[in-house]
């Protein structure tokens, strides 16, 4: 079933303008790198992830019909518009995801606030029912860092069953697989 929020043309186009802002050089795959992407997070993505599973979007589909894995999306949170008038309310738009996946933004920058931090621990936490051993797929957009660097980071608090679907909401859509609004984690 798709679900689509009313706010979901201001998402596309908030996202729209957040691929387009990115300096990429599209059909060249990069090395993976030994720590985490800072910058320039619309761009293509290694084919590997050194201690995860890197899923195509039949692997995928397979871990979400079993029900055996968490799925984390990791796409970031549009920030306010700088320019509204002051006092004007504002709600960041929700965006089309996986079913079932929890959506923690703003995990996969390469640099987190100790806020941040503390946030996706506790997401991966209830995510994973505190088992690390529970598989956890991370996904965002194709062609975007946020995801592979979440799962590297999930790695690094030694989570043990970590995948990563590089091409994300992009391929699961592709495929013709249902899409529902995103559900925020805790």
Not at 10 to 18: C, D, E, P, S, T
Not at 137 to 161: D, H, P
Request: charged share 15%.
């Amino acid at each position: 079933m798709r679900v689509l929020h009313r706010n979901a043309p201001a998402f596309g186009l908030a996202m729209l303008a957040w691929i387009l802002a990115a300096p990429c050089t599209y059909g060249q795959v990069p090395p993976e790198p030994e720590g985490y992407r800072l910058k320039d997070y619309r761009a293509p993505t290694p084919a590997t992830l050194r201690g995860a599973t890197v899923l195509d979007t039949a692997g995928a589909e397979a871990l979400w019909r079993t029900g055996s894995a968490s799925f984390i999306d990791a796409l970031p949170q549009p920030e306010r518009p700088a320019n509204l008038p002051p006092g004007t309310l504002w709600h960041p738009p929700s965006h089309a995801s996986i079913p079932g996946a929890v959506w923690l933004p703003n995990v996969g920058f390469g640099e987190l606030a100790p806020e941040t931090e503390s946030y996706f621990r506790n997401g991966l936490t209830a995510a994973s029912q505190g088992n690390m051993a529970h598989a956890l797929v991370f996904f965002c957009l194709r062609n975007c860092w946020m995801s592979w660097n979440a799962a590297k980071r999930a790695l690094g608090y030694r989570y043990s069953a970590v995948y990563w679907y590089p091409d994300g909401v992009d391929g699961w859509k592709a495929a013709g697989l249902p899409l529902e609004e995103a559900r925020k984690g805790p």
